[in-house]
Structure formats: C-alpha cells, structure tokens
C-alpha cells in the first residue's frame, strides 16, 4: 500500500529540498538555482539576469477584511522586488499572474492594478506579461521579478566570512505588530459590527509597515555609489533569525546577534509591551518587514559606518558556535528558527 506523507512533517525548506533535489541544472547559463533569494543566470556578458517568483494567497498572506487592495497590489511587487535587491540587484521586468473568483468585478481589480502600477512606477519596473485565470475561492497573486547586475556585484547568501559584521537596513517588528493590531481590530469588528475599529494614529508606521512595506533598492544605489558589496545578503521576509539561519545555513558560519543594536522602532516597542510581547521577539520572529540583512569585511566597515540606515547589529563568528543572541542584559541565548509555518 502506497503511505501518505503530511507536508507539514517537512516543512517548507525541507519540503522545498524534498522536491528538487533530484533535479540537476544542465544549462551552462545556469550560474545558480534554487536556494537562494533568486536564480542567476548568465547572459553571456558582464551583467547576469536574476530572477524570482512569490505568491500571495487570500485567507494565507492576506486579509482582504483589513487590506485595501490598491495596497495589496504594491505589495505583491515589492516582496518580489526586494527579493531582486537582495541578490544586489536591479529590478527591471516583472511578470503578474492573477487567480479570480466571481466575488471580484472588474472595479476591484482596477484597485489592484492601480497599486501594481504604482509600484512598477516607484520601483522602475515593466510589466511584460503575465496570466488570468479562474480560482473557486478567493484571489491568488503570483509575481515573477526579473532583475540584472554586473556578475561581479551579485551576492548570494552564502558568502559570510567570520569576522564579517552583520548589518540590518531599517526597523524589524513594525510589520508584525502593525498585523496584529489590525487582527485584534478584526476580532473587535467581528464580535461586534457596530464598533468602529480604533487606528490610533500613532501607530500609522506599523499599519504602513505591513500593509505598504517598501523594497530597499535605494540600498542597491547606496552600496554601488559608495563601492560596497556585501559578501552575503538576504531579505527579512520570515523574522531576523530565519534569514539568519539561512546566510549561517549556506555559508557554514555561525552569528552573534547584539539585542541592543537591532533596530526596533519606539512605537514598535511601546506596541509590543502592549500585547504583552518581548520587542526583540517581534524582530526576531515576527515577518514581513522586507529590510536587508547582509554581511560585509570588516574592511569595509569605515564604508558602511556612516551611511544612513544601516545599522550593524552583530558579526559572523564560527559555524561550532551557533547562532546567538546577546541580550542587553548580559545573557546569551540560542536563536531557534521560529519563522512563519505557512502550511
Ligand atoms: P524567499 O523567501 O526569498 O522568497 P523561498 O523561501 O520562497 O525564498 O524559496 C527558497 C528557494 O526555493 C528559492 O530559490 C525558490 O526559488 C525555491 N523554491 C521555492 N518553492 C519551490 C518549488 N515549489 N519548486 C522549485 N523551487 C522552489
Ligand atoms: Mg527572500
């Protein structure tokens, strides 16, 4: 009798794994595969084209209860622009493929289009095509980003070096809290339909931030303005220390992440002592802030010091000691995977 294997005992990446590592690349212009934020993929002069694909499912990774869909529509790009960035990457193409239900007219999707539109705008993208196609139930995006760079400036997850400092390009945990204020509103909403939902405006930047994220190509500009190229980088699209755990993963090293130099914004902090919630657990494990996590030379360093909006949170040490955690308290903590479990 033939057995029957539930996802969820591998997980993604280990499902992910399961599923392709039988495949091996016979393209010569196939200069990586799957694992890493994109694909590269020679063009036969100095630049190289990388390429990625998300999907974005209703009911999953949004709630059109609380997502105005003009919103969603910049957002879908953005995720998938920001894996472009972080590969060192310009974005330049993207492709966009649409499942519908009859729930949604044609208005609706004019709303989505108009945010797609938007962010091809802000991001200096073209759309060349895509697919439109029916779903029973609810809307499903899926976005496929093309971007191209010189060989020489594309950089992978896996070349962290020990020594090598780490560095964040903005706030982590914005997003997580912003969703789960926007839940809590939800849950008041649906308890009680004549509550108006309370969106103090103090905590606008955490709404933006899951709402409306923003993908860093302006980092790509900074770091070819200013000569840098990170010897590893990755989007925080999980919690800081998923994609952590990725760049040790593939570059065989281990971390130590400084509690206090991880940016979390005040109102961030003040949120996550609302809810009752460590704010370093929001960065850690909370999703969706779509910054830069990357890893330079200490030579470097005197580059990236004074730039803004970077902020050095850690460094690269070996693989036998682990990924830890050093709180301002002065203890030292493992740092688990707690990423998001989609399935
Ligand atoms: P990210 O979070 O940066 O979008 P993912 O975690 O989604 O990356 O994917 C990790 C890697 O696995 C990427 O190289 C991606 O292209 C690849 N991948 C994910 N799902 C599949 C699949 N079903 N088949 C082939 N490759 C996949
Ligand atoms: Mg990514």
Request: with cysteine.
């Amino acid at each position: 009798m033939s057995s029957r294997t539930d996802v969820n005992t591998l997980g993604e990446f280990g499902l992910i794994s399961h599923l392709t590592a039988s495949f091996k690349n016979r393209q010569p212009s196939t200069v990586l595969g799957v694992g890493d934020d994109a694909a590269i993929i020679a063009t036969g002069g100095d630049e190289q084209l990388v390429v990625s694909t998300d999907m974005l499912v209703e009911g999953i990774h949004f709630d059109l209860g609380y997502t105005p869909l003009k919103h969603l529509g910049y957002k879908a790009v953005a995720v998938n622009v920001s894996d472009i960035c972080a590969m060192n990457a310009r974005p330049q193409q993207i492709t966009v493929s649409i499942a519908i239900s009859n729930r949604f007219s044609v208005e609706t999707l004019d709303e989505l289009y108009a945010g797609i539109k938007a962010a091809c705008e802000t991001y200096g993208v073209d759309l060349v095509g895509g697919d439109t196609t029916s779903s029973n139930k609810g809307l499903i995006i899926s976005i496929t980003a093309i971007g191209r760079a010189p060989a020489s400036r594309i950089t992978r997850r896996s070349g962290a070096k020990m020594g090598d400092l780490i560095c964040i390009t903005g706030h982590l945990g914005s997003a997580y809290l912003g969703l789960q204020l926007l839940e809590r509103e939800k849950q008041v909403y649906l308890a009680n339909p004549d509550m108006q939902p309370e969106m103090k405006p103090e905590n606008k930047e955490l709404y933006a931030a899951i709402l409306r994220p923003e993908a860093r190509t302006d980092m790509i500009d900074l770091f070819a303005k200013n000569d840098i190229v990170p010897t590893s980088m990755i989007d925080i699209s999980d919690g800081l220390a998923s994609e952590l755990m990725h760049i040790c993963k593939a570059s065989k090293v281990g971390a130590i992440i400084e509690e206090g130099n991880v940016p979390i914004k005040q109102e961030a902090q003040l949120q996550a002592l609302e809810f009752n919630l460590d704010p370093i657990t929001c960065a850690l494990s909370g999703g969706e802030d779509y910054e830069l996590l990357f890893t330079i030379d200490p030579k470097d360093v005197e580059k990236v010091r004074f730039l803004p909006n970077i902020y050095i949170s850690g460094e690269i040490v070996g693989k036998d000691d682990g990924i830890t955690l050093h709180t301002t308290g002065g203890n030292i903590h493992e740092v688990k995977a707690q990423g998001w479990n989609h399935f």
